[in-house]
């Protein structure tokens, strides 16, 4: 009898404790019936394993919900809508790091009028290798520590039509990272940054990229980008005090730039190419203006793309090796 006990006591943590991998079945269905997964998740605990290995619709996600990972992967693209507002809070401490996993050709698709937060715990991580796209409403994906989410080389975020705010929030300060290789594709929305500068949610290190997809008037005073890609005609003429980085290249794709401050003394400085392709017309720096542009790279080419538009430069300032003009 003795012996008995004791063995349940040493099996009880173990059974406590254990994590149960759910699968979601092919097709549409709802994240709360258990008959969605495989096996049939009918006591959700917060540790459990959720994982998407084909393409599937879930359209009705839960109020809110705690578990220990979401893994989407073998190319699968994964559509989440719900006919309330969710909340997904992702970590436990008997589930190893990366928490949120989107993997190399698969798509993560967060839509609706709905909002749906998916919330990566303190603690924990997500990396990001595939697609992510936010649209139709205030979706959130959030991370509680610093550089905790990570979207790797050759990974997307898409903010697409009729997205609403900042779709990282605005209080967890550097916790999401671009790394090179890394886009971030603008179509609605408020800025990727959240807080405001010198602070920020979002870091851009050198050699991600940020495109341009709307016209509304990207946040530039005091941020840091890679790569900056203009896909819709885009003005800035605001109030410019704090330095802007463009680490890397500046490149119109047939679409026009104006940055011509209406006051302040912040500079733009750019460290690889301006590169204009198609009609674009780039004018940067206004007659008067208090706001120099600084070319601070190595060898730097002023105009290469084969556009036919204008570049237009006052105020300029070279702090490189060579600068090249170069318009065909």
Known sequence: ??????????????????????????????????????????????????????????????????????????NAIVNFSSTISSIVKIGDASV?????????????????????????????????NGKIQVAGGA??????????????NGSTFSTGSGFTGNPFGTTALNSVVFQSGASYENKGGSNPFGATQPNTVVNFLWGSNYFQQTATSMSLVGRTYGNVEIDANNTFNIPFNTDCIIQNNLRLNGFNFSFTPSSGTGALRIGGDLICTGSANLILGGAGSSNSVILQGTNQFLGSGGGTGSITIQNLTTNNLQTTLQKS
């Open 139 to 152: 979706h959130h994906l959030l991370s509680a520590d610093a550089s905790s989410l990570i979207f790797q």
């Open 1 to 74: 009898m003795k012996k008995e006990l004791l063995l349940q006591s040493l099996l009880l943590p173990c059974i406590v404790f254990s994590q149960q991998v759910y699968t979601w079945k092919n097709g549409a269905g709802s994240w709360t019936n258990p008959t969605s997964w495989i096996p049939n998740r009918i006591t959700p605990a917060i540790n459990d394993i959720l994982e998407f290995n084909a393409s599937a619709t879930i359209n009705d996600m839960p109020a809110i919900e705690n578990v220990g990972r979401i893994r989407v992967f073998n």
């Open 96 to 128: 190893p790091a990366p928490n949120f996993l989107v993997e190399s050709g698969s798509t993560l698709n967060i839509s609706g009028t709905n909002d749906i937060s998916i919330s990566i715990l303190s603690g924990y991580g997500g990396t990001v």
